[in-house]
């Protein structure tokens, strides 16, 4: 019996992977990939069954970020032409997130640029979250390092869950970013967990990263016990430090997809940016990979794919999302 085989039957019986395990995994080569697959979709279909979590974001603060991340065109650090704008304030976040229910999506998020907002940008936060609830969809927030005393605010107001990326694993992290490092970005998320929020966090896929780091990255996540695990496909943006790389090659990420879905098998496996532009014709093959989540519509600084697209390809799939 084929590695991927043995080890989903780990899984499904409630068993977690070793590192040595999820090692076994990278090594499985194109010629069994197609079991690689059919194993994650069955540890999928086990833990999360047939249905699609959709979310959508608003950029609602853009560019000028202190930060360095190399991978990032709002990074100051980097000289991308994108547009840079200031918070853009609760009515417009509002008519995004209308926007967004009216297409199908099950959760928002508003995003903005920068090591965290500051008073007066996070109370036109927490007021739009509160009117998001009213609209009955879930609320999210990705907003940078923030503290204690910010989450307990923006959670009485009506903020779920916070979104924090790790991007990749804590050996790697210095090479993408030296602005702040990923144990900051690790407090955040536990202080968020602490306050009663759940936790979104996942990583970028294909900025040099070895397939152990990638390991380590899912590891750490699922100490983490994160709900939400975002794979993003490095879509290298030009005037960012990145640009240089290559894409991914189609089945190396759908063997990303597959072999998170081993390790994190409870969690929404979300694809996020990149994910169209990676896999090509192959994009529908993400659900069979063991995704079951999607960040749908446009993101930060690029266009993505519009609501009405990815619903024609879950419904002409047989799937089903939690809207539904």
Request: glycine share 8%.
């Amino acid at each position: 019996m084929l590695i991927p085989t043995l080890l989903s039957k780990k899984v499904i019986a409630g068993e977690t992977l070793t590192k040595a395990d999820a090692i076994l995994l990278t090594e499985t080569g194109l010629e069994n990939l197609d079991d690689l697959l059919s194993a994650a979709e069955k540890i999928k279909m086990a833990f999360r069954g047939n249905k699609v979590d959709l979310c959508a974001l608003v950029n609602a603060k853009s560019g000028a970020c202190t930060e360095d991340c190399r991978y990032c065109a709002q990074s100051s650090k980097n000289s991308s032409s994108i547009k840079v704008f200031p918070f853009i304030g609760k009515k417009a976040v509002l008519e995004q997130a209308l926007k967004a229910k009216q297409g199908g999506v099950h959760r928002f998020a508003i995003v903005t640029s920068g090591r965290k907002p500051d008073k007066k940008e996070l109370t036109g936060i927490a007021e739009a979250l509160g009117e998001i609830r009213k609209m009955g969809i879930g609320t999210c927030a990705s907003l940078g390092l923030l503290e204690k005393d910010e989450l307990s605010y923006l959670k009485d107001h009506g903020l779920e869950r916070l979104h924090n990326n790790l991007e990749t694993s804590e050996r790697f992290f210095p090479f993408i970013c030296s602005s702040h490092n990923i144990t900051d970005k690790i407090r955040t998320l536990e202080t968020a967990r602490s306050v009663g929020l759940s936790i979104c966090s996942g990583g970028i896929f294909g900025m040099g990263e070895t397939w152990q780091d990638r390991i380590d990255l899912a590891f750490t996540l699922r100490d983490l016990n994160t709900v939400s695990t975002p794979i993003n496909l490095l879509n290298p943006i030009k005037g960012t430090r990145l640009d240089h790389l290559a894409r991914l090659q189609p089945y190396e990420a759908l063997k990303i997809i597959g072999i998170m879905r081993f390790i994190l098998p409870r969690s929404e496996i979300r694809l996020c940016g990149g994910r169209v532009e990676t896999l090509g014709d192959l994009h529908p093959m993400i659900f069979r990979a063991g995704a079951d989540a999607l960040m749908t519509g446009d993101y930060l600084v690029l266009h993505g794919r519009s609501f009405e697209d990815d619903l024609r390809m879950i419904r002409g799939l047989g799937l089903r999302t939690d809207a539904e």
